[in-house]
């Protein structure tokens, strides 16, 4: 059960247009921001730096973006993150036989050295204490440029945010991520942990 219960959207008509940020990218309101606007501040700060990291002007594919917010939501161990993660990369185009493989990504050929090196960047900067080291970084330049390097490690420290924010709060997770995780984490035997009903 979450520690603090989510408001209804209708609680704060002011943050309606940034609401609409997140029904965008997921389909639905999470619960996270239903909280979070108890201070609506932090929900219009939190929307303006979501738009800034995953906005249209993208030199990193947005779909991808949500699967490096996958692995380092994995690394930091926040199973909320992980199972919205793995909805907004559907609804930004990654297609469902790759969604599958994510966790063969080492071997899959549906994933590229470019995405792999940017995989394993995000596993080892979700991790507490950060693993990025030389070769890591080195690796993960022959791939990107410096912006695009700037931009995966914007989308690692949005998620941090809420992998803390999540997992402190025990944020309830909703229906659609919540079945997505289970079909698609299977064969890593995820359950929605603190985040279930």
């Known amino acids: 059960m979450a520690h603090i219960q989510p408001l209804p959207a209708s609680h704060s008509p002011e943050l309606q247009e940034h609401f609409a940020v997140f029904e965008k990218i997921l389909g639905f309101v999470p ?3 239903l ?9 219009q700060g939190f929307a303006a730096l979501t738009e800034s990291m995953m906005g249209p002007d993208s030199e990193v594919d947005l779909g991808f973006k949500r699967l490096l917010a996958h ?10 993150c992980q199972a919205h993660s793995l909805v907004a990369a559907r609804i930004h185009g990654i297609a469902d036989d790759k969604l599958a493989a994510v966790w063969s990504y080492q071997t899959s ?5 470019a995405e ?4 394993d960047f995000a596993l080892a900067a979700g991790a ?3 693993a990025v080291d030389d070769a890591i970084m080195q690796r993960l330049k022959q791939h990107w440029s410096e912006n695009q390097i700037l931009e995966i490690l914007g989308v ?4 941090g945010f809420l992998n803390r924010w999540n997992d402190s709060l025990a944020t309830e997770l909703e229906e659609t991520p919540k079945a997505l995780a289970a079909e698609v984490l299977q064969a890593q035997h995820w359950d929605a942990g603190k985040h279930g009903n």
Do not use: E, H, W
């Not at 050929?109 to 050295?113: F, G």
């Not at 792999?116 to 995989?119: P, Q, S, V």
């Open 31 to 33: 619960n996270s921001l």
């Open 35 to 43: 909280t979070m606007q108890r201070k609506p501040k932090m929900v």
């Open 156 to 159: 690692i420290s949005l998620y």
């Open 128 to 130: 507490v204490p950060n």
């Open 71 to 80: 692995f380092a939501s994995s690394a930091a161990g926040c199973r909320y």
């Open 116 to 119: 792999r090196a940017a995989l």
């Open 109 to 113: 050929p549906l994933y590229s050295d």
